[in-house]
């Protein structure tokens, strides 16, 4: 059930300064009004907003992660200090660090018991959702599934089919996607390790299909594969993708007909699959992989310039170590129904990314993934990338297949998959600039534009 229980506490500005805010400046010298709320079982939110509630407090922010804890998220306070009202709630399978075992539907409904709730708030006229991370997977789903309706996402080529529960959806009147990767679904495929031999273990690799074998060019300092060695790879990967795939559909027919060992689901485990980003495979170890756009679009830079150009990844090598051994850090922990909710998503015989992008992935085949989502939202969208870090390329795809009339795309220069500075990548001390300060502010700007939510949706 909703509450509108709130217990506030006013939050000193100092203590929440924008960092190169000025001395007296209006964002230092705001405050910020927080109250916990509970917005349905196992759903704990945080909401904050200006204490002194200007125009810009008509707009409410939604954030919400797929699995992490998001109460204290800096866009919480950094956008309630820019004069927004922010819910920042976790759905029930956030925990503290990581968790792989959450189920996409159920925190669909819970993100429709937070849309719920600020509606019902005094002030506010617009709800707009944030996606960051694999929370652009849950926020893009809602968002396609509540303007498109249940038949969109039962469509045949959808490899799991959402429930009749997920009728009726509130929709939001906009969209941010903030440096979300390409889905929960997207990113497994991605992190799978084709080096394994046997789906009932991690142990035994294949060394010709190893990233980490030096013969097949792994260099700890970074790595550049050759053309053949990653073609061959993610051939492997992505017919591994879809032999598991198979695996649990075969499982889901079983539990169904009565032959599973349970009636409900069962336990499904992938190894070397995590989608966790210390698993990510290839492209986190060479940076020549998903390195840069195809199309040039604004870049923002330091000092608030914008250029228009290809865009780079300032990134440097991660990932040294083979995950895939470890059951804690490599394997997949999930249940059949889970995997084929959450986790799945189709690739084509041409599956395969280069330098400017990745091929070959059916996106619409799972609504665990944005590129695939957002052909079904209409709402104004607004999609940014952080140069620091490998995931800013799915700004790209994203953007390209989005349907919305109303949409933008920009790059921040030098910022990492949390928005922050990436010190280790800048040329020179200083280079990129306050990257969270540049974030926020190109996000205010979006928000502002008076027109852009002129009309409150149903």
């Given at each position: 059930m909703l509450s509108s229980l709130k217990r506030f506490s006013v939050i000193a500005a100092p203590a929440l300064a924008l960092i190169g805010s000025q001395p007296g400046s209006a964002q230092e010298s705001?405050?910020?009004r927080t109250g916990f709320v509970h917005i349905a079982a196992g759903v704990p939110g945080a909401y904050y907003e200006p204490a002194t509630p200007g125009p810009k407090a008509g707009t409410a922010v939604l954030i919400m992660h797929s699995s992490a804890d998001y109460l204290s998220f800096s866009g919480c306070s950094e956008l309630s200090k820019r004069g927004y009202r922010v819910l920042c709630a976790n759905?029930?399978?956030?925990?503290?660090?990581v968790s792989n075992d959450g189920a996409l539907d159920q925190v669909l409904l819970e993100i429709k018991a937070a849309v719920t709730w600020l509606r019902q708030q005094p002030g506010i006229h617009h709800v707009v959702l944030l996606g960051h991370s694999g929370g652009g997977t849950i926020m893009s789903a809602y968002q396609y599934i509540a303007e498109?309706?249940?038949?969109?996402?039962?469509?045949?080529?959808?490899?799991w089919k959402c429930p009749d529960t997920l009728a009726g959806l509130p929709a939001a009147d906009g969209l941010m996607l903030v440096d979300s990767n390409w889905?929960?679904?997207?990113?497994?495929?991605f992190s799978i390790d084709p080096a394994v031999k046997d789906e009932s273990g991690g142990m035994a690799l294949d060394p010709s299909l190893d990233m980490y074998n030096p013969a097949n060019g792994f260099r700890p300092a970074g790595s550049t594969y050759t053309a053949a060695f990653t073609r061959t790879f993610l051939q492997a990967e992505g017919?591994?993708?879809n032999a598991v795939i198979a695996r649990?559909?075969?499982a889901q027919a079983a539990i169904e007909a009565g032959q599973g060992p349970y009636a409900d689901d069962a336990s499904f485990v992938v190894p070397g699959a995590i989608l966790l980003g210390s698993n990510n495979k290839l492209f986190s170890q060479d940076v020549s992989l998903m390195a840069h756009t195809r199309q040039a679009w604004p870049l923002v830079h330091a000092d608030g310039s914008i250029t228009n150009q290809i865009v780079h990844t300032v990134r440097v090598p991660e990932n040294?170590?083979?995950?895939?051994?470890s059951f804690l850090r490599g394997a997949l922990k999930t249940s059949v129904r889970n995997f084929l909710n959450s986790y799945a998503i189709r690739t084509t015989p041409d599956f395969g990314y280069g330098a400017d992008g990745v091929q070959g992935i059916e996106w619409t085949s799972s609504y665990a993934s944005p590129p695939g989502n957002v052909q079904g939202v209409s709402r104004p969208l607004l999609v940014l990338g952080m140069t620091g870090h490998w995931e800013f390329l799915a700004g790209e795809t994203i953007y390209n297949l989005a349907k919305s009339r109303d949409k933008s795309l920009a790059f921040i220069e030098g910022a990492t998959h949390l928005y922050t500075t990436c010190t280790k990548c800048e040329p020179r001390p200083g280079a990129f600039g306050d990257t969270l300060k540049t974030t926020?502010?190109?996000?205010?700007?979006?928000?502002a534009r008076s027109d852009r939510f002129a009309t409150k949706a149903p």
């Open positions: 705001a405050a910020i759905n029930s399978t956030s925990k503290s660090g498109s309706g249940v038949k969109a996402c039962q469509a045949p080529e959808k490899i889905g929960l679904a997207a990113m497994t495929l017919h591994r993708n649990a559909l075969t040294q170590r083979n995950q895939s051994p926020y502010d190109t996000i205010d700007g979006w928000l």
